[in-house]
């Protein structure tokens, strides 16, 4: 009997030996002791019955902070969010309040406190950020990093905006768009395929697309703008709501395809007609210095060659003579007062000058056929 009861105890001794103890076990040996399971089951931690930590077969770690039900746990990695995920796959959630409102969509990334958190639609975005993308209840393949790029942001394709507050404080609709800097694009409402690289650019336009700006804090104050190109900083439109307008550094300027060089007080005309009512594409203040200048001619008869033709009935000397003492110029050419009111057209006035050579040669050959024959007479 005695050593009956000494077998027991050594027995007994040995089993609660190999078992964990609530303050600790001594002697253990890694590999051969450890916590975990023996079969191919997840290993799970329970706190008050509820489950928060489940390691899976296939090595994942998955962690809850709050209850849940049908958890698809082997398919998605879940750090205190997710926690309404049902069919959803490929999901990453690392913070509180991450994706907390998804139960189907897939392959979203969600990195710091509340990022996607109102998703329920949509698939592939990544929020990297406190409050990124926190109020988006659709999109697709876009990107927010930065505390709270993206936050109001109601659905959209595409969409990337990185920088503190970038496209993040209206309610965003659209495709496309990317904003880089800080409150780039911020209180974008409604708009597509805008490109804005700086912080505060466009930074209260809520209605625009086709917009494209790098520099700081470009066109901050429009509400509404498109096809819009700035490139510099600081650049004030010169309309509130512009449309189609160019400026490089407040040094080239355009108007829907009308182009200025120079620093323009007021802004180009649209279509390109000007003061005088003629049509131009290219303003320049200050004048242009450049070795080469070519002019193309639309037709033969641009051209002054039509003075040596023979019926052309050139102008006797007397009437030119008469002409230049009661104009003060020449016929055809302008006056002073007009050239200074209008400018004159380069081509227009090579094609006269070479009118007047042409005519001036042709005097020249009638005077030099006069002197031959008074030579004769006087022979």
Known sequence: MKKTIILLSVVLGITANAQWNLTGNTGTTPGTNFIGTLDNQPLVIKINNDEKVRITPTGQFLFHNIGYTAQIWDKNLLFGGGMSNTTGILNTAFGMGTLTQNATSSGNVALGS????SLTSGSSNTALGSGTMRNTPSATFSVAIGTNALENMQGGTGNIGIGLGAMGSGSLVG????????SAMRYIGNG???????ANSFRALTTGSNNINLGYSNAK???SGNNNIFIGTNIIPYSATPESELNIGNWIVGNNGTIGIGQFTNQLPANGIAADGEKYKLFVKDGIRTEKVKVDIAANNGWADYVFEKDYKLMPLNSVEKFIKENG???????????????????????LLLKKIEELTLYTIEQ????????????
């Open 329 to 351: 110029h020449l016929p055809e050419v302008p006056t002073t007062e007009e050239a200074i009111k209008n400018g004159i057209e380069l081509k227009e006035m090579n094609i």
């Open 221 to 223: 104050s429009i509400l």
């Open 114 to 117: 509340n990022a996607l958190a």
């Open 192 to 198: 597509s395929l805008n490109v804005i690289l700086g």
């Open 368 to 379: 030099q056929k006069r002197i031959e024959a008074l030579e004769k007479k006087v022979k």
């Open 175 to 182: 495709d496309d768009n990317i904003a880089l800097g800080n």
